[in-house]
């Protein structure tokens, strides 16, 4: 028979939930509650991180060798039609594709293999290369080291991404990361912008007042940039009167630990939109590369098996259930009140 937990209310807890109570309500709280619960030992499995999270089915290869093979150079590609419009691009520059399909795995494999093994990394890694060692293997020990976060195993491998056309907000907050990634920005102390590119927030684009605002304070400001050049002032001094939506292009060098933690950060729903989309992309990326790899950057809520912020208390955001009502359930189940349900209830309501 088919049976699910469900909580059965003790009299002393009648009022647990505040001054809104009913009955009603309460049996349908417990319910989602029982089913956060079953979420608890959600963990970092790589075949469970992606669940209810769609897979992009047109990305077939990374965009730079998408467009190479196209015979279309970057600058050429989603160029906007409307002036002054930067437009965020990101590639995954190293590896290709091939090469990570062929040895990333095998490297993490490498790397957690050596600590079990009393053959040396020379004759574990001679295996893997002469194709003796079963795919299948490799995969269950880096779900294992990845689940059981044994981390620095998956320090050993790392992509390059080539990111432009995005804001100095952005850039700002991406920088932040201090751990297992490596960076290099345009200078614009040694860049002389003759046309500089500026992103528009979508709630400015969507209001023509603001964006009349907008584009009239960025006009100024540019005037003055360039008045400001022609008099002699180092570009390093007149670009303090760019603002945050100034574009920038920068190089990223990440392992796929930083990656994780990073994509986890920024692919939360609360976290500042433009970022997000950056991260969208650079799993579109990885994606196209090796799928296997775009479905670990997920947000930090998946392998968490629950969200942990605060802002999120009200369940708005519905990836996972907040720590507060798994800790509730968690309290009812150690108190012995989470019951069997049988199938026929279930269905029943
Ligand atoms: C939604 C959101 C809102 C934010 N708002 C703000 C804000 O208002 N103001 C602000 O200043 N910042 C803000 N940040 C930035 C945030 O505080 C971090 O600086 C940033 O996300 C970098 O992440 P990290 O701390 O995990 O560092 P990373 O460099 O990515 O480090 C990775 C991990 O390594 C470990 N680590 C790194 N450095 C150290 C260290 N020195 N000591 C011990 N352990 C270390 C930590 O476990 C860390 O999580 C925000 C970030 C997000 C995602």
């Not at 077939?60 to 600058?75: D, E, F, S, W």
């Not at 520059?93 to 293999?113: H, M, T």
């Not at 920005?185 to 992103?199: G, H, L, N």
Request: proline share 6%; charged share 25%; glycine share 6%.
């Amino acid at each position: 028979m088919r049976n699910r937990l469900i909580a059965r209310r003790a009299p002393h807890t009648a009022h647990a939930f505040g001054r809104g109570y009913s009955p009603t309500l309460h049996k349908g709280l417990y319910t989602r509650l029982a089913g956060s619960f079953l979420l608890i030992g959600a963990c970092a499995c790589p075949r469970r991180l992606t669940r209810g999270l769609a897979d992009d089915p047109s990305a077939k290869m990374p965009t730079l060798q998408r467009n190479a093979m196209a015979g279309i150079t970057p600058a050429r590609t989603n160029r906007p039609a409307m002036a002054k419009r930067g437009v965020m691009e990101v590639s995954l520059i190293f590896p290709e594709g091939e090469v990570i399909r062929r040895y990333y795995k095998g490297l993490i494999y490498l790397a957690a293999r050596t600590c079990y093994s009393e053959k040396t990394p020379q004759q574990i890694w001679s295996e893997f290369l002469a194709d003796k060692t079963p795919p299948e293997r490799v995969l269950k020990l880096i779900e294992h080291v990845i689940e059981s976060g044994h981390h620095s195993t998956i320090e050993h491998i790392s992509f390059t991404f080539a990111i432009s056309g995005v804001s100095r907000a952005l850039s700002h907050q991406l920088v932040r990361h201090r751990i297992g990634v490596a960076f290099d920005q345009q200078s614009q102390r040694y860049v002389k912008y003759k046309e500089p590119q500026y992103v528009v927030p979508p709630s400015i684009e969507a209001n023509p007042d603001a964006l009349r605002e907008f584009e009239r304070f960025r006009d100024v400001s540019e005037e003055i940039y360039h008045r400001f050049l022609a008099q002699g002032i180092p570009a390093e001094d007149a670009r303090f009167v760019f603002p945050n939506a100034v574009t920038t292009n920068l190089i990223m060098t990440v392992n796929l630990r930083q990656l994780m933690h990073m994509a986890g950060l920024r692919l939360c729903t609360l976290a500042q939109w433009e970022i997000r989309q950056l991260f969208k992309l650079i799993r579109k990326e990885l994606m196209a590369a090796d799928p296997y790899f775009g479905r670990l950057l997920v947000p930090k809520c998946v392998p968490l098996g629950y969200c942990d912020e605060k802002r999120n208390e009200d369940e708005h955001c519905k990836i996972r259930p907040h720590k507060n009502s798994v800790f509730r359930v968690w309290e009812l189940y150690k108190r012995g009140q989470l019951v069997e349900r049988t199938a026929a209830e279930t269905d029943g309501g």
